[in-house]
């Protein structure tokens, strides 16, 4: 009987470089797809429909022009409409005062009038092709502009191109009331006090609303979603491009060994696990943001 002879040193390592070339071919190929996006997405709308009722220290109150408001006459508004309800918000030493679509809602006032509040005024850009809103380009959301409401909430302005949407859930956590309460002396001004107020149009009759993970919102109520993430501090961790690349290319090292030689049945019945420890670890791992 004659021994075959073992494999060596350096035959174990060609099969580690060949599964490390095997995985950053596979990592080369995932990139090039909208894999992880989606995967990222899925994960996203899984964390929101399972997660509890998201803590806030609610700062942040939208003032919507909804569709009970804009039933009494469309839009524009003349500018006394806006004056008068600028002047019921400041009687309540609001923070800071966010105008959207200020254009759409009221005419221009007369030249050299004044505002009974100063306000910033954004107007947002965001597409309406999109597939889903989890994040609001910088420029789009004219970042810069916000510097303002930030001191006013003890923040820091975050420096990033792309802000990442961290939704209150359920949405309907996000404090809200309509331009028809205020005016009818529904609302006291301390509603106001100390509080980012973001007036805006929401009614479904003048504009569409855009899917995000937490179902269809208006363009004011994201951007309020984005304000009160940002005054409560939950913001998304975003890994960088190197370590998503090097967990993905772990990941799938990890996949290669657990398959090397292995039957088509243990093959599947692996890979299965794996799927479900990696869905868990992905939970979890958006849970703690």
Known sequence: MTDHPRPGRSSNLR???ALLLLALMLVAAVRSTHVPEAIDVAMR??????ASSTETSQRVLLVEADDETVAAGPPAWGPQRRKELLDRIAAGHPAAVVELDRARMFKSPPDGSVDPISTVVLEPRIDPASSIVESLDADALQLPRLVPVMRALDRSLPATTELSIHYLSPP???PAVSF???EKGDVPPSVFQDKVVVIGLTSLSHRDPLPTPVGALTTPEIVSHALAMLADGRDWYEPSWLVRTLGL???LMGTALALWRTTPAQAVLRVAAIIVILVIIDLACFVMS
């Open 249 to 251: 290319a772990l990941v």
């Open 15 to 17: 099969s580690i470089g």
């Open 172 to 174: 309907s956590r996000l």
């Open 45 to 50: 709308s899984l964390y929101y429909r399972v």
């Open 180 to 182: 028809q309460r205020i």
